[in-house]
């Protein structure tokens, strides 16, 4: 497999809108993938991009049954994707978004995989903030898990609320729960266990599978631990609450 001319054949594709192009579908394994996901982010970054983190997906049951996969994922943030509580967006200029709700982790001391532990994960978390994943769902993510992954995973902003920093050493953030509000109306609670038990646990994860590639989960990094619930549809007009204890609200809405 090429990973330069697959590189390039995603990028000029999304120039025109097209995502998932045709002659890629079910010939990327998940190794190709990830080579190419990071290829592209090398790209964007040696123009105007910024790098801010990472994403880790399906690390709940209720996604990993939703989307069909039995494992967790991974894909890269973008500074210009990041959004503070109370964000809008505009509804038409998404392809078909979703919304799922996550912990935003600040990695405070670099890990590098193979071998990072729980314990080593949880000592690295610098701060925790309640967030939103604002993701486009630009093709199956199912029927082509690979091609998914190659094109970041269905990754497009995050929306932030007020960090917390440093974290109470007693705090499980398996314990962390969120009550989820679309248009005022109480759609769903969950706790931070559906996430591997701990997000702690998706961090030592991350660190491990970046290290497969050689990247290190560097310090100043945040990292999106993965949803608690199953992943949302919006619509327009659509308004989003989610309400994380111990760390509080986020919001956004789509117009």
Request: with cysteine.
């Amino acid at each position: 497999m090429d990973v330069d001319e697959v590189i390039e054949s995603l990028l000029e594709h999304a120039r025109q809108g097209v995502y998932y192009p045709a002659q890629w579908r079910g010939r990327l394994t998940q190794a190709d993938a990830y080579r190419v996901q990071l290829g592209i982010l090398a790209r964007l970054v040696a123009g105007v991009e910024v790098h801010a983190g990472w994403k880790i997906g399906l690390t709940s049951r209720a996604m990993q049954i939703q989307q069909g996969v039995h494992e967790p994922v991974f894909g890269f943030l973008l500074a210009s994707g990041a959004r503070p509580s109370g964000a809008v967006f505009d509804w038409a200029e998404l392809v078909r978004p979703g919304f799922e709700n996550e912990l935003c982790l600040t990695v405070g001391t670099t890990l590098r995989g193979p071998g990072v532990t729980l314990a080593q994960a949880r000592a690295a978390i610098s701060a925790a903030a309640p967030a939103l994943e604002i993701v486009e769902r630009r093709g199956d993510f199912a029927a082509d898990l690979n091609l998914a992954l190659a094109d970041n995973a269905q990754q497009k902003a995050f929306v932030t609320g007020t960090p917390t920093s440093p974290l109470p050493p007693e705090l499980d953030l398996g314990t962390a729960t969120v009550e989820v509000f679309v248009n005022d109306v109480r759609v769903e609670h969950a706790t931070g266990a559906a996430v591997m038990g701990d997000a702690a646990a998706a961090l030592a994860w991350l660190a491990n599978k970046l290290g497969e590639f050689g990247w290190p989960l560097a310090a100043g990094m945040r990292v999106m631990s993965g949803s608690f619930t199953r992943q949302y549809a919006l619509n327009p007009g659509d308004r989003v609450e989610s309400r994380f204890a111990p760390f509080g609200p986020v919001r956004a809405s789509f117009r």
